[in-house]
Nanobody, 121 residues
Framework: QVQLVESGGGLVQAGGSLRLSCAASGSIFSINAMGWHRQAPGKQRELVAVITSSDSTNYADSVKGRFTISRDNAKNTVYLQMNSLKPDDTAVYYC???????????????WGQGTQVTVSS
């Protein structure tokens, strides 16, 4: 199994910044894409940003130019730098990793437990 542990959430004023981290551990053979999703109250979970093993990135239109995703493959860790935060960014942020636990297993998606980000106006 693969465990994902997020950190870095909290309360920040509009215009402020936060940096989320997500470390993967456990029986990891390989990790393909890693990403961040978020879910606001009463809304569906949505993709925020994703980064592949070759460092290609993709962002939701709502965060382009404000958020930056990066990863440290040696540490199996993905980061999300969030700048110019808005109240609409308030949500629980979930880390996800598409990983394999051995050469014989297929890739599956693993999720973290989520970290709350609250942006006050």
């Amino acid at each position: 199994q693969v465990q994902l542990v997020e950190s870095g959430g909290g309360l920040v004023q509009a215009g402020g910044s936060l940096r989320l981290s997500c470390a993967a551990s456990g029986s990891i053979f390989s990790i393909n894409a890693m990403g961040w999703h978020r879910q606001a109250p009463g809304k569906q979970r949505e993709l925020v940003a994703v980064i592949t093993s070759s460092d290609s990135t993709n962002y939701a239109d709502s965060v382009k130019g404000r958020f930056t995703i990066s990863r440290d493959n040696a540490k199996n860790t993905v980061y999300l730098q969030m700048n110019s935060l808005k109240p609409d960014d308030t949500a629980v942020y979930y880390c996800a990793a598409d990983a394999r636990t051995s050469i014989r297993t297929s890739v599956r998606r693993y999720w973290g437990q989520g970290t709350q980000v609250t942006v006050s106006s």
